[in-house]
């Protein structure tokens, strides 16, 4: 298959010559790689921002530090908001995201936050503007640019993700509102094949997204998350994993997307949430760092997890696992609910609870922050922390 040869022939390029060369300064240069004897490769530079691509991503991929997301749609964000007896206004959304940011320390533990639209140009309540409470914080600020899952014609009841339409000037709008980097979510459901269709049509929307945010200043977060839905073995994941990642990185390179100037956010490799035989973090490390070897250059910065309805703690163990000898890439977190579930109903809505709410997430971002570095014990956590957060579809 042509992705798979692709990934099989592709040249180890040395990071310096990406980082040095004046092609990554100007958009109308090229480089020709060698491939094979009998064949070369011409691949664009990526975009007059490359440079600060690469920083961006480097700053994000920082030792000890991830991601917190919090880019819940209104519609999603409203539905969290429930579970504590919340209305879902826009004065209530306003309120638990300005908790979030201006928890005191987080950007410690915290090298980037991915917000929604809203949360973009929104500001804290007391008047500042959540994105330059983020980067007071030395927090650089994303954006969530798909616009969500719609049916896919064709397929055996699968999805794919829409959004492309408009992305580039969206995209320039969310650079200059401050935003330094991007996400992208589609999804690959074992359950219903996955078909060839539904993998081709995630890659290729990725790969295209990828290479528009670039050439618009931001550092792409590519995700096609393997939902956990389903009866099936992490044996299973792993084969499905190895075909979504040569796929996305055949049509990436299709898309002159640059590699050092991107970020994944993959799921870790586990059974579905309904199989009776569980994985310990050692077995998911070793499944997700094998997928990892078998699949992703060493070029690319940050691998920035997804805890896939994984419990708190387990998210937070499994990490740690990977992190128990060196790897290629910065090996992190990019966490929603993981970092959050304590937190929100630690809150539950009330401004005297604030202080408290702020403490278990800062609890939460420096367990994880010691799993990114493999020094994560796992003690004195509490019974909230360990319970599972599986939803049926959606598991970030």
């Known amino acids: 298959m042509a992705s798979a040869s692709l990934l ?3 040249p180890v390029i040395n990071k310096s010559e990406w980082v040095k060369g004046q092609s990554l300064r100007h958009p109308s240069a090229s480089v020709t790689i060698k491939c094979h004897p009998a064949a070369s490769l011409t691949v664009r530079a990526a975009t007059s921002y490359a440079n600060e691509l690469v920083k961006t991503a480097k700053t994000i991929a920082s ?9 819940e749609s209104n519609a999603t964000c409203g539905k969290r908001l429930a579970s504590i007896g919340l209305e879902n206004t826009e004065a209530n959304r306003q309120a638990y995201r300005t908790l979030l940011v201006t928890a005191p320390g987080l950007g410690n533990y915290i090298s980037g936050a991915i917000l929604f639209e809203e949360t973009l140009y929104q500001s804290t309540t007391d008047g500042k503007k959540m994105v330059d409470v983020l980067v007071s ?10 616009k969500g899952l719609v049916p896919l014609a064709g397929s055996n009841d699968e999805s794919w993700c829409q959004g492309l339409d408009g992305l580039a000037s969206r995209t320039a ?12 979510r589609t999804v690959v459901s074992i359950p219903n094949g996955p078909s060839a269709l539904a993998v081709n049509e995630a890659a290729w929307g990725l790969a295209r997204y990828a290479a528009i945010a670039q050439d618009n200043g931001l550092v792409p977060i590519v995700e096609p998350e393997i939902l956990l839905d389903g009866d099936h073995g992490i044996e299973r994941t792993f084969e499905v994993a190895q075909k979504v990642w040569a796929e996305v990185f055949y049509y990436m390179a299709e898309n002159k997307v640059m590699f050092e100037g ?3 956010k993959p799921s870790m490799v586990t059974p579905g949430a309904e199989c009776k035989d569980r994985a310990t973090p050692e077995q998911v490390a070793e499944y997700t760092l094998k997928l990892l070897h078998r699949r992703i250059p060493p070029a690319v910065p940050g691998i ?4 896939g309805g994984q419990s708190e703690v387990e998210a937070t163990l499994n990490l740690n696992a990977m992190n128990q000898s060196p790897n290629p890439w910065h090996v992190s977190f990019s966490y929603a609910r993981a970092l959050q579930n304590t937190c929100l ?4 809505g009330r401004p005297e609870n604030v202080k408290a709410a702020q ?7 420096k367990a994880n922050s010691l799993a990114q570095l493999g020094k994560y014990t796992g003690e004195g956590e509490s019974e909230e922390s360990k319970k599972g957060m599986f939803v049926k579809g959606y598991t970030y």
């Open 137 to 146: 914080q030395n927090i650089v600020p994303g954006i969530k640019v798909d």
């Open 8 to 10: 099989k022939t592709s």
């Open 304 to 307: 920035m997890f997804l805890s």
């Open 345 to 348: 109903k630690t809150w539950g």
């Open 173 to 184: 709008a969310y650079y200059q509102q401050g935003a330094r980097f991007a996400k992208w």
């Open 262 to 264: 991107i970020l994944l």
């Open 63 to 71: 030792p000890g530090r991830g991601i917190l997301a919090m880019d």
């Open 359 to 365: 403490e278990t997430l800062l609890v939460r971002a």
